[in-house]
T-cell receptor, first 114, second 114 residues
Framework: DQQVKQNSPSLSVQEGRISILNCDYTNSMFDYFLWYKKYPAEGPTFLISISSIKDKNEDGRFTVFLNKSAKHLSLHIVPSQPGDSAVYFCAARERGGTASKLTFGTGTRLQVTL | NAGVMQNPRHLVRRRGQEARLRCSPMKGHSHVYWYRQLPEEGLKFMVYLQKENIIDESGMPKERFSAEFPKEGPSILRIQQVVRGDSAAYFC????????????FGSGTQLSVL
């Protein structure tokens, strides 16, 4: 039962262009969403988050959009850089649950080409 | 300023042996979480501990798995009588306070069961 879905296992984008990573969820109780980035042989690192009371959060080149009615969120990276090449995980927290008990998607591998 | 330290990085065990995975949280962090990533899957929550207390172990398999976070020393995830299905990457994360979803992850322990 995959409550957080990242349907694109991989994505290739040219340097300087926009990268759009998508995430869908099924659990209506999720109220907080996060994106983590993971390089090979390293643990995930926190990138950006958004609360369900918002529909957009921006941090430098990274913007997360949340569409609650569609149960969909996306991460935009503009402009994409070679160092952004990594696996990106979408994660969600359930309202009223243990704060750090996150449900992760399966990840999208982003490759930024020169 | 060391991050979350996990050891060993790689652990090979034969079926039926015991596996012990260690995690030292970041300095000043008293909350530890263990996540497991099976091949081709996202990270899945296993257990949340504070010093000397298990707060939430809802993600732990009912048998063979145990975790502790003693007053002194690292957190230990122990898997008794390992089976091939236990082969996975085990990630530890820590946070300074409860309710902080922005977890700091270690680099993980890759467990391989032969």
């Amino acid at each position: 039962d995959q409550q957080v879905k990242q349907n694109s296992p991989s994505l290739s984008v040219q340097e300087g262009r926009i990268s759009i990573l998508n995430c869908d969820y099924t659990n209506s109780m999720f109220d907080y969403f996060l994106w983590y980035k993971k390089y090979p042989a390293e643990g995930p690192t926190f990138l950006i988050s958004i609360s369900s009371i918002k529909d957009k959060n921006e941090d430098g080149r990274f913007t997360v959009f949340l569409n609650k009615s569609a149960k969909h969120l996306s991460l935009h990276i503009v402009p994409s850089q070679p160092g952004d090449s990594a696996v990106y995980f979408c994660a969600a927290r359930e309202r009223g649950g243990t704060a750090s008990k996150l449900t992760f998607g399966t990840g999208t591998r982003l490759q930024v080409t020169l | 300023n060391a991050g979350v330290m996990q050891n060993p990085r790689h652990l090979v065990r034969r079926r039926g042996q015991e596996a012990r995975l260690r995690c030292s949280p970041m300095k000043g962090h008293s909350h530890v979480y263990w996540y497991r990533q099976l091949p081709e899957e996202g990270l899945k929550f296993m257990v949340y501990l504070q010093k000397e207390n298990i707060i939430d172990e809802s993600g732990m398999p009912k048998e063979r798995f145990s975790a502790e976070f003693p007053k002194e020393g690292p957190s230990i995830l122990r898997i008794q009588q390992v089976v091939r299905g236990d082969s996975a990457a085990y990630f530890c994360a820590s946070s300074p306070v409860q309710g902080n979803e922005k977890l700091f992850f270690g680099s993980g322990t890759q467990l391989s069961v032969l």
